[in-house]
């Protein structure tokens, strides 16, 4: 199992315990309440089979990872949970008060999104509004007004947090997929404008030479002429786009660079003497020795050329100079050394070239040994991946607040035991809980040492306890906040030793304030509540983030990978070729006036390597340009569950369908899937693929896009996928229907 593996299984078993503790601590509390009230054998049967139900379907169905919260099982266990929570109260009134908490969290999970808050709402309402009938002070009807909002939260956060760790491994996944589908287009695009048309004209212009041998032997050598022209640059096309992909060895590069100037004559003289370089800083310094000695061969007379590599501890650069500088130098020079300023700049780096008065030419680039980490473009992706760290981030500062106001309630209640001034101090006391737990305990960017870490301890200790020895009251604050932050911020082993000995010394309190078994229980089992959930939240949001960066370094990897594998592919299959025609054109010219007959034969070898190597060309530029129409869907399925998009798939089997249709349908359903990420705020999304009648039919629907922004957005990749279309005889349609969604509809006969 690997590290990524081992993180998120433990991240999902974590979660899975606190789930469990903390929904049996609910449980526990109530049924505690329900002994307090009257232990009758009828009292205690009933109570412990209507718990033991409601904590089934909370763990089995609604808290389940992987279950499907919109099936009609769900909304069935829905209802019998509203039963469960609501019907009871008339044997059980306040100790049931906190069972509908798991009717809210469990709205929250199966309702979609424009009920399942106003469900949410009704729920908390309800709760105060019956507890009204057995209590009339106002501090206790807040209390149950905010106990089953805050319960409902943490049902919600810790059922959710655990498919959103799953759904961020799956949609992290894609994303590496679709990094790497983005670099394969790019080499499609690469090859095609940098080698289809290079190998079209050397075709034809082959073809005409061929036809020309013996009869118009001027017109003959024009064109192979030409032809050389072209397989010489088409060679560098090939080595340049190469090498961008490859990571180039400076060393191999200095005795390449040392062989090619002795064997034209030019007296060479390199001296190299640098510190270890980053891949990026080495390839870069090669790429200018290589560009270098190019363009000394190509555009000078040199006969002399000194290399030399020498840097400190922090910059490392290369000096190029020869003797042979041209009088235009400027004009000679092309767009060589415009990529190399390119590349040098964009690690930190700089590139000079200069031509002095005694016509001795200089090229001086410098480069940091250890360049800064490159961004990676600002590609605009589905915003559902960052979901789950942000919904973690609301979710725990809301639970946090929330049990906040639920201790000052009980300052409410007893304010005449605490007057203005406790309840001032009592109120600052959770105000400071509150503070720490989330600016320094729950915060991800926040690295504490030890001290300080035992610094926020103390302060929380203060705030917790002083309250409660000051004025005799344990219900004053949030010691579970202290149980928490001690599993958070020690070492494992101390953190929940000093976790379980914060739960177990408010039960001592209790007991000696002089309070009875059952507020004891509650004292401790609602400690150990609020620590796990503190403790569970902030972790799994940590492990998600951690997760996060994993499938970054996944997605850079597997672009690596594929950019080596090109580099493999463009030099195996386009360098021989284009080395063949090169050398056998330059023959071709030689024998043209000699041996005609010759000259035709070689040109017809000519044509024989041009052809495969177009052939090549496009089988390349095929193998990363198509695109499968099934993994498109099931991306499409993991980014907009992601986005929490509910999203519904009917497809056809399409198998059978021509490959260029379903290359089509393809296109159209990742931009179509991308304008609704990038553009709209929907809740729900159709994906309907049909066949009837020699016409084939995708629909892409959803509900998220108003009336005013529809035109302006749609840019130029609604036009684009209309040309592909049209290319195959069929249509495109985009706009608003009468049911008030936006469809984006392809229409492709079969014929």
């Given at each position: 199992?690997t ?12 979660a ?12 526990g ?7 307090q ?29 992987g ?7 769900a ?12 019907v ?9 008060s ?10 929250l ?32 009807l ?10 409902g ?9 655990p498919s ?11 994303l ?24 079209s004209?050397i ?13 118009h032997?001027e017109?003959a ?28 060895s400076?060393t ?10 002795t ?25 200018v020795?290589?560009e ?15 290399i ?7 910059h ?25 300023a ?27 040994v ?8 600002r ?6 991946p960052m ?7 609301i ?9 906040g106001?639920?201790a ?10 605490f007057g ?24 991800p960017?926040v ?5 300080r ?32 932050s ?14 379980f ?29 609020h620590g ?5 939240l ?13 499938r ?12 080596l ?7 195996d ?20 006036t ?11 070898e000519?044509l024989e ?17 198509e ?10 399925q993991a ?8 999203v519904?798939?009917?497809i ?18 990742r ?42 957005r ?7 996928l ?10 495109l ?6 049911e ?8 492709i006969?079969?014929?």
């Open positions: 199992m590290l990524r593996q081992e993180r998120s299984s433990v991240s999902r078993r974590l899975y315990v606190v789930i469990s503790v903390v929904f049996a601590n609910f449980l509390i109530a049924f505690f309440y329900v002994l009230a009257g232990a009758t054998p009828e009292r205690i049967a009933g109570s412990l089979a209507c718990l033991l139900t409601i904590g089934y379907l909370q763990l089995r169905v609604f808290s389940k990872p279950a499907d919260l919109r099936s009609v099982k909304y069935l266990a829905l209802g019998a949970m509203t039963l469960l929570a609501f009871p109260v008339v044997f059980f009134p306040q100790a049931w906190g069972m509908p908490g798991f009717v809210a969290g469990s709205a999970l199966v309702l979609p999104n424009r009920v399942r808050w106003l469900a949410f709402g009704t729920v908390a309402l309800s709760n105060a509004a019956i507890q009204s009938f057995y209590v009339d002070v106002v501090p206790q807040v209390y149950y007004l905010l106990s089953p909002m805050v319960a939260l943490v049902v919600y956060g810790l059922s959710r947090l959103l760790v799953k759904q961020l491994e799956t949609v992290r996944s894609e590496a997929g679709l990094a790497v589908s983005q670099e394969r287009l790019r080499f499609a695009r690469d090859l095609h404008d940098l080698l289809g048309v290079s190998l004209a075709t034809l212009k082959v073809e005409l030479a061929r036809r020309q041998v013996g009869e032997t017109r050598q024009k064109e192979l002429a030409e032809i050389l022209g072209i397989a010489r640059e088409a060679l560098t096309d090939v080595r340049a786009v190469a090498s961008s992909y490859r990571e180039l400076l191999d590069e200095i005795e390449s660079a040392r062989s090619v100037l064997a034209a004559g030019v007296e060479t003289a390199i001296e190299a003497n640098h510190t270890d370089l980053s891949p990026r800083s080495r390839t870069v310094l090669a790429t020795l290589r270098g000695v190019t363009n000394l061969l190509r555009h000078s007379h040199a006969t002399r050329c000194s030399t590599i020498s840097g400190t501890d922090r490392v650069s290369i000096d190029i100079i020869n003797d042979g500088a041209p009088a235009e130098a400027n004009a000679e020079r092309g767009s060589g050394l415009a990529n190399l390119t590349r040098t700049t964009a690690i930190g780096g700089s590139l000079l070239s200069q031509t002095s008065p005694d016509r001795t030419y200089r090229l001086h680039a410098e480069v940091p250890d360049p800064v980490t490159e961004e990676p473009a590609d605009e992706r589905p915003a559902g979901i789950a760290t942000r919904f973690a981030q979710l725990l500062t809301a639970v946090v607040i929330g049990y106001l639920m000052m309630t009980f300052v409410w209640y007893g304010y005449a035991k203005p001034l406790g309840v001032t101090v009592v109120a600052a006391g959770i105000a400071g809980t509150a503070a720490l737990a989330l600016g320094m305990v729950s915060r960017l690295e504490l040492d030890l001290p870490r035992l610094a926020v301890l103390g302060g929380i200790a203060l705030c917790v306890y002083v309250p409660q020895l000051v004025y005799g009251d344990p219900f004053s604050s949030v010691p579970g906040f202290l149980a928490g001690a599993a958070l911020l020690l070492p494992r082993v101390a953190g929940w030793v000093g976790f000995a914060v739960a177990l010394g408010q039960g001592v309190i209790f007991d000696v304030l002089g309070f009875d078994s059952v507020d004891v229980a509650w004292g401790i089992m609602a400690t150990i509540n796990l959930v503190l403790y569970a902030t972790r799994l949001r940590s492990m998600v983030t951690e997760l996060h960066e994993a970054e370094e996944l997605a850079n990897a597997a672009v690596t990978q594929e950019r594998r090109f580099a493999r592919d463009l030099h299959l386009l360098g021989y070729s284009l080395s063949a025609i090169t050398l056998k054109s330059e023959l071709t010219h030689r024998l043209v000699i041996d005609p007959e010759r000259a035709r034969q070689e040109l017809g000519v390597i041009s052809r495969q190597a177009l052939a090549d060309v496009r089988s390349v530029a095929l193998s990363y340009r695109l499968s129409f099934d993994e498109e869907t099931q991306s499409a980014l907009l569950s992601a986005a929490d998009i509910e519904t798939v009917r056809d089997e399409c198998d059978r369908l021509p490959k260029d249709v379903t290359v089509t349908l393809a296109t159209v359903l931009e179509g899937v991308t304008n609704l990420l990038r553009h709209s705020k929907a809740e729900h999304c159709e994906i309907v693929l049909s066949h009837a009648r020699g016409l084939v039919t995708m629909d892409i629907v959803n509900d998220g896009i108003p009336t005013t922004d529809r035109k302006s749609d840019g130029s990749g609604i036009g684009n209309t040309t592909r279309v049209r290319a195959l005889g069929g249509d349609h985009a706009g608003l229907t009468p008030h969604t936006y469809r984006l509809r392809a229409e006969p079969l014929n």
